[in-house]
């Protein structure tokens, strides 16, 4: 009896109860096939350059790669080389690395992965996670990163639409948003 009464005490609280609230038993909602490409502005090698990725894809197809952080471990030498090496790089289409981080440190990574700019890539900032959070593909990595971060994805657009998602299960790891298994 005494058990009850306790949880009733705590079902009736307005803490436990907005945290109920915003409990969901249902698995995440990340971006799918068929939505459309949100309206965001992201930086492109400073904050006065502005990229709205839902513009970019209305005149042409192609890939976001999300990516966890620029200079990391796996996103340097492993997940963005498979797409700067990749044979079909140049029938792609457009190829957006996008990450929260600012646009100086996308510009410098660019630089170090693509020192000639040969591949066409662009690397954009989401400085505030904003398109991770469109996506619903963000994550808390405040204990490493100290921020919202993206998790490791990549989508391809074609008509301002995601057609095909390849985003990684546990988020972070590089297996099926490689670009082997995206391009082919």
């Not at 307005?14 to 909602?29: D, E, L």
Request: hydrophobic letters at 40%; a neutral charge; glycine letters at 8%.
């Amino acid at each position: 009896m005494a058990f009850r009464v306790s949880l009733r005490r705590i079902a009736s609280s307005r803490p436990a109860a907005a945290a109920a609230r915003n409990f969901h038993a249902t698995s995440r909602a990340w971006v799918k096939v068929g939505d459309e490409v949100p309206t965001v502005e992201l930086l492109e090698n400073s904050p006065g350059n502005k990229v709205n990725l839902a513009d970019e894809f209305k005149a042409a197809n192609g890939y976001i790669v999300g990516v966890p952080g620029a200079f990391t471990g796996t996103c340097s030498s492993k997940h963005v080389p498979s797409y700067i090496n990749h044979p079909n790089l140049k029938k792609a289409g457009q190829i957006f690395v996008v990450s929260v981080n600012d646009p100086f440190v996308m510009k410098a990574w660019s630089e170090q992965l693509d020192p000639a700019g040969e591949t066409g890539i662009r690397f954009l900032a989401d400085p505030a996670a904003e398109l991770a959070k469109a996506l619903d593909v963000g994550f808390d990595g405040t204990a490493i990163f100290g921020n919202v971060r993206s998790q490791r994805y990549a989508l391809k657009v074609e008509d301002g639409k995601i057609t095909e998602t390849h985003i990684e299960p546990d988020g972070t790891g590089a297996d099926v948003s490689m670009a082997e298994k995206v391009l082919g």
